[in-house]
């Protein structure tokens, strides 16, 4: 696609419930981040994925969150029992995947947890 | 200590005014340094690209690298309420980047 594609925008979910996030990265990239921002905060790594490599889960908070990548394109970041402070946007980003190149982001998808 | 340190203002200067954004890091293997403008509920979106040391400039926008006392700057000449966002200074040695907190910024006509 022309962009970095994340789904839904906006979710509202109760405290305990599961959440699914989607993102479609930028076609023919290989390399795929998942960061959390909340208000007023930078960004805070949680996983990345580079092609068929063991991804880098070292930024997950806790073994509530995970992420898969299947197919080396769509990427899914699921947050088991959310609580409140999982309330944030949670913004994909894609690059070619050579050192140094530049990671484009999506629109985000905000979390709000009640 | 973080890696990027970044001050996280707010910053609020009027219409036209030259505007400096700064970063210091700690990681001596960054070589790529990046500025990402944020807009309200909006993803970052890539603004300037810079490798190693150096200057480089676009348009009103200029970023500046001084590798030597790991210090990046973004410089925005004639500034316009168009131009108030968050910019977030990032840094990698390669695929490992590395952003500073962000930066409120508000131009006022």
């Known amino acids: 696609g022309a962009g970095v594609s994340q789904s839904p925008s906006n979710k509202v979910t109760e405290k305990g419930k599961d959440v699914e996030l989607r993102c479609d990265p930028i076609?023919?990239?290989?390399?795929l981040y998942w960061y959390r921002q909340s208000l007023g905060q930078g960004l805070e790594f949680l996983i990345y994925?580079?092609?068929?490599?063991?991804?880098?889960k070292s930024g997950l908070p806790s073994d509530r969150f995970s992420a898969e990548r299947t197919g080396g394109s769509v990427s899914t970041l699921t947050i088991q029992r959310t609580q409140q402070e999982d309330s944030a946007v949670y913004l994909c980003?894609?690059?070619?995947?050579?050192?140094?190149?530049?990671?484009?982001f999506g629109e985000g998808s905000w979390l709000t947890v009640v | 200590q973080k890696e990027v340190e970044q001050d996280p203002g707010p910053l609020s200067v009027p219409e036209g005014a030259i505007v400096s954004l700064n970063c210091t890091y700690s990681?001596?293997?960054?070589?790529?340094f990046m500025w990402y403008r944020q807009y309200s509920r909006k993803g970052p979106e890539l603004l300037m690209y810079?490798?190693?040391?150096g200057n480089k400039e676009d348009g009103r926008f200029t970023a500046q690298v001084d590798k030597s006392s790991k210090y990046i700057s973004l410089f925005i000449r004639d500034s316009q309420p168009s131009d108030s966002a968050t910019y977030l200074c990032?840094?990698?040695?390669?695929?490992?980047?590395?952003f500073g907190a962000g930066t409120r910024l508000t131009v006022k006509p």
């Open positions: 980003a894609s690059s070619s995947g050579f050192s140094g190149n530049t990671i484009y």
């Open positions: 076609s023919g990239h290989t390399a």
């Open positions: 994925f580079q092609g068929n490599s063991a991804p880098d």
């Open positions: 990681n001596s293997a960054f070589q790529y």
């Open positions: 810079t490798y190693s040391s």
């Open positions: 990032a840094m990698s040695a390669g695929d490992d980047m590395r």
